[in-house]
């Protein structure tokens, strides 16, 4: 099952076979279709038999924290108080190389565990925290997108840079890793609050500096930190403009949340082209809001999901889409999602913010072949509901509301295989 084109704009958007092939050679994919004409077409083609498991595209997470794993579940705080009780003190106790390297393992692996082939990770303030998260990102496999995340006012001392400093380390990091194999480079300042007028200067300059570079922070996530970065930044009109003024906005820049935008912000991103990372189990889990997703449409703003953990719940993207589906279910000017949606959203979407939906997103030839193979354990209630789905589409929706990270039974990107799990 995948999804050729966009199911907001198009009502032949998702195609599903009950009995599929995908034929890939090497990274690239050659064909996807019914089994039975698929093979007669590559009747010597090497056959992986997976009969059982559901074949998705490989899903692409477009936010979520490397440093935050450890603080999943922390309850009962809103954002800013969230941060400083939470947040910033688990972040730095990633200071020794060793700490950070056995993270930055069990951050990738459970990315891949839960299916995920392509990412955009907030990284590390700390450099050798980032700089050991990106040396495992090269041996993962993964598509990863990240950066050393960016403060100098508002945080802990611990985290706190210069922007002398940021300069230094930022583009020692992009020398060492940015278009190495599946890494790109995301100049990353932490968000508005954290950051002086300087140092969101340093980051538009930077972002001229290197072909290909994305852009990555937080906006309107929470009414409190608007109201922050207001007082902060008087002389400029709204959020984003904190960002657009530093020549931050653009088509490699991506916006976590967006909840308390404005329409005047939002007009002003369509016409920019950047991208929003919605994070809809983050945003109930600390009480910010419901992610206006008409009004993201309206305006032609491109978004994708992200688990955000550490305040997101997992990194399940399964998960992820569902608890979207539950965001507009209960806002009144709600987008009325399908199972189709969810499938866009959870990977081709995430492709479009990540600029790759030239090479990944759905199975369409030529690309390259990141999958992941989901199957119902035994015995399990996500089997028995299958078992009476009567559709394709319905079988989707059952996936999306019941698989999670013990259904993942492989994660392959680009014709590789990044993990596998036998179920019992």
Same mark, same amino acid.
């Given at each position: +099952?995948?999804?050729?084109?966009?199911?907001?704009?198009?009502?032949?958007?998702?195609?599903?076979?009950?009995?599929?092939?995908?034929?890939?050679?090497?990274?690239?994919?050659?064909?996807?279709?019914?089994?039975?004409?698929?093979?007669?077409?590559?009747?010597?083609?090497?056959?992986?038999?997976?009969?059982?498991?559901?074949?998705?595209?490989?899903?692409? /997470?477009?936010?979520?924290?490397? =440093?935050?794993?450890?603080?999943?579940?922390?309850?009962?705080?809103?954002?800013?108080?969230?941060?400083?009780?939470?947040?910033?003190?688990?972040?730095?106790?990633?200071?020794?190389?060793?700490?950070?390297?056995?993270?930055?393992?069990?951050?990738?692996?459970?990315?891949?565990?839960?299916?995920?082939?392509?990412?955009?990770?907030?990284?590390?303030?700390?450099?050798?925290?980032?700089?050991?998260?990106?040396?495992?990102?090269?041996?993962?496999?993964?598509?990863?997108?990240?950066?050393?995340?960016?403060?100098?006012?508002?945080?802990?001392?611990?985290?706190?840079?210069?922007?002398?400093?940021?300069?230094?380390?930022?583009?020692?990091?992009?020398?060492?890793?940015?278009?190495?194999?599946?890494?790109?480079?995301?100049?990353?300042?932490?968000?508005?609050?954290?950051?002086?007028?300087?140092?969101?200067? *340093?980051?538009?300059?930077?972002?001229?500096?290197?072909?290909?570079?994305?852009?990555?922070?937080?906006?309107?996530?929470?009414?409190?930190?608007?109201?922050?970065?207001?007082?902060?930044?008087?002389?400029?009109?709204?959020?984003?403009?904190?960002?657009?003024?530093?020549?931050?906005?653009?088509?490699?820049?991506?916006?976590?949340?967006?909840?308390?935008?404005?329409?005047?912000?939002?007009?002003?991103?369509?016409?920019?082209?950047?991208?929003?990372?919605?994070?809809?189990?983050?945003?109930?889990? *600390?009480?910010?809001?419901?992610?206006?997703?008409?009004?993201?449409?309206?305006?032609?703003?491109?978004?994708?999901?992200?688990?955000?953990?550490?305040?997101?719940?997992? !990194?399940?993207?399964?998960?992820?889409?569902?608890?979207?589906?539950?965001?507009? +279910?209960?806002?009144? /000017?709600?987008?009325?999602?399908?199972?189709?949606?969810?499938?866009?959203?959870?990977?081709?979407?995430?492709?479009?913010? +990540?600029?790759?939906? /030239?090479?990944?997103?759905? !199975?369409? =030839?030529?690309?390259?072949?990141?999958? @992941? *193979?989901?199957?119902?354990?035994?015995?399990?209630?996500?089997?028995?509901?299958?078992?009476?789905?009567?559709?394709?589409?319905?079988?989707?929706?059952?996936?999306?509301?019941?698989?999670?990270?013990?259904? @993942?039974?492989?994660?392959?990107?680009?014709?590789?295989?990044?993990?596998?799990?036998?179920? /019992?």
């Amino acid at each position: +099952m995948h999804t050729p084109a966009n199911p907001f704009e198009s009502d032949r958007a998702f195609a599903a076979y009950a009995d599929g092939a995908l034929v890939f050679d090497g990274k690239k994919i050659l064909a996807c279709g019914a089994y039975a004409t698929v093979r007669k077409e590559h009747p010597d083609a090497e056959l992986l038999d997976h009969r059982g498991a559901f074949l998705l595209p490989g899903f692409v /997470d477009t936010h979520v924290h490397f =440093p935050q794993l450890t603080i999943i579940g922390s309850m009962g705080l809103p954002l800013l108080e969230w941060l400083k009780q939470r947040t910033f003190p688990a972040e730095a106790a990633l200071g020794g190389v060793q700490a950070a390297e056995t993270a930055a393992d069990i951050f990738l692996e459970r990315l891949a565990a839960n299916g995920t082939t392509a990412a955009v990770v907030f990284g590390s303030h700390l450099f050798d925290a980032q700089d050991a998260f990106f040396r495992k990102a090269l041996s993962s496999g993964l598509r990863i997108t990240s950066g050393l995340v960016l403060g100098d006012q508002n945080l802990i001392p611990e985290l706190e840079t210069t922007t002398e400093r940021a300069q230094e380390e930022t583009t020692e990091l992009i020398s060492r890793y940015h278009g190495a194999e599946h890494i790109r480079y995301a100049v990353t300042p932490r968000f508005s609050v954290s950051c002086s007028r300087p140092l969101l200067e *340093l980051c538009g300059e930077l972002m001229g500096g290197e072909p290909g570079l994305f852009f990555q922070t937080h906006i309107n996530e929470n009414i409190q930190e608007v109201a922050l970065v207001r007082s902060l930044f008087p002389e400029c009109r709204d959020y984003f403009d904190t960002y657009e003024k530093y020549g931050l906005a653009g088509r490699h820049s991506i916006f976590a949340h967006n909840l308390h935008v404005s329409e005047g912000e939002l007009s002003r991103m369509g016409a920019c082209g950047c991208s929003v990372a919605h994070c809809p189990s983050s945003n109930a889990f *600390l009480g910010s809001g419901a992610f206006p997703m008409a009004r993201h449409l309206q305006h032609g703003v491109r978004f994708g999901v992200g688990c955000d953990v550490g305040a997101g719940s997992g !990194f399940s993207l399964l998960n992820e889409s569902l608890r979207a589906y539950e965001t507009q +279910m209960l806002r009144d /000017d709600g987008y009325r999602l399908s199972p189709k949606h969810l499938l866009y959203l959870s990977g081709a979407a995430g492709a479009e913010v +990540m600029g790759l939906a /030239d090479r990944i997103g759905d !199975f369409s =030839p030529g690309k390259e072949a990141d999958f @992941v *193979l989901i199957q119902p354990p035994r015995s399990s209630t996500l089997s028995a509901v299958l078992e009476q789905t009567q559709s394709c589409e319905a079988a989707l929706g059952a996936l999306f509301t019941l698989a999670r990270e013990e259904s @993942v039974v492989a994660t392959y990107v680009a014709g590789r295989r990044v993990f596998s799990h036998e179920l /019992d």
